[in-house]
């Protein structure tokens, strides 16, 4: 590896990802283009960028684009050889028509970005219990996903199924449903729709028991990995598994990485934007953030409001006040990021009072 002497210039990194390469260029202190380069999206690769960047001063900070899919290898490379690294957005419209696109302009822009201070998102880790859970929950999300189309297929088949065949599933819940169906023998001959038709609700109905039991594996692997990553959060009300699990991914194996339960908030997408004109003051739903945490935290709200005590009586007490039900269930979902926030990070949870719920608002 290359050495530096103590007087060597600062430099800043930023680095464009791709599927088999990555860009990467130089600047120094005071933003000027020194060099840039070509190296594989490989182990050696990255070692050799690393290697090619410290060879022009001293490494203080890489910016790098797509830390969370193609730059993700490379993060954990840099991070893991000491080097500061911040997460690059992709470059807007209006700045890429005004000075073009290439692989070089980006790896620069990235560069610029992080000295210039526009840059300041620290990248997810992705290298601990949280991750784990991440990738099992992307395998039962599309195993639900499946399981629900074949329902709904088997359903939109027997809409124009043959009388014979609906009179014989009429009336059964889904589970009676899917053992009928799947015990069914169609014969050899498919020629004839009612064979034909017997067939595919037959493969469709086993596919459907197929999910099932997939899903309920990966729920028995996700369980204790959830509960050994955060067991405060599945102590608060209302939050389960599958919420858990979505609100462990969205804030990493480093949550120390969001500076407040604000910055949370934003990445939730739970953060009131303000909406006031004249006289008129209020805020807003956000409809930025991470969607399916923001999903996560209106799940938990909605159990709260049919079950909690102490939220249906905030929701009778601020309803009084003339809020609407949207206003009010922004109010609980900034509240609830409190509470996960502070369960994320370990941050002891005291008892809250039914009044320490007007803050959210």
Known sequence: MTSMTHDAPEITGGVDTHGLTHHAAV?????????DREFPATIRGYRDLLDWMRGHGTLTVVGVEGTGAYGAELARVLTAAGVAVIDIDRPDR???RMKGKSDPIDAYAAATSVLSGRATGTPKS????????RVLRV???SAVKARTQAMNQIRGLLVSAPAMLREQVAGLQRAALIQTLARLRP???????????????RRLARRHQAMDEEIAELDAELAPLTRQAAPALLELYGVGPETAGQLLASAGDNPERMRS????AHLAGVAPIPASSGRTHRHRLNRGGDRAANNALHTIVLVRMRYDERTRAYVERRTKEGLSKKDIMRCLKRFVAREVYRALTSTPTKRIGQTDLAPAA
């Not at 600047?27 to 060099?35: M, N, P, Y």
């Not at 992705?126 to 859970?133: L, S």
């Not at 004839?192 to 609700?201: G, H, V």
């Open 126 to 133: 992705r290298d601990g219990v949280v991750e784990a859970v």
């Open 27 to 35: 600047i120094d202190s005071i933003g000027r283009h020194l060099a």
């Open 261 to 264: 339960e604000a910055a949370f």
């Open 94 to 96: 209006k700045t890429r």
């Open 139 to 141: 395998a039962r999300r």
């Open 187 to 201: 014969g050899d001959d498919l020629s004839r729709p009612l064979a034909a038709t017997r067939a595919a609700l």
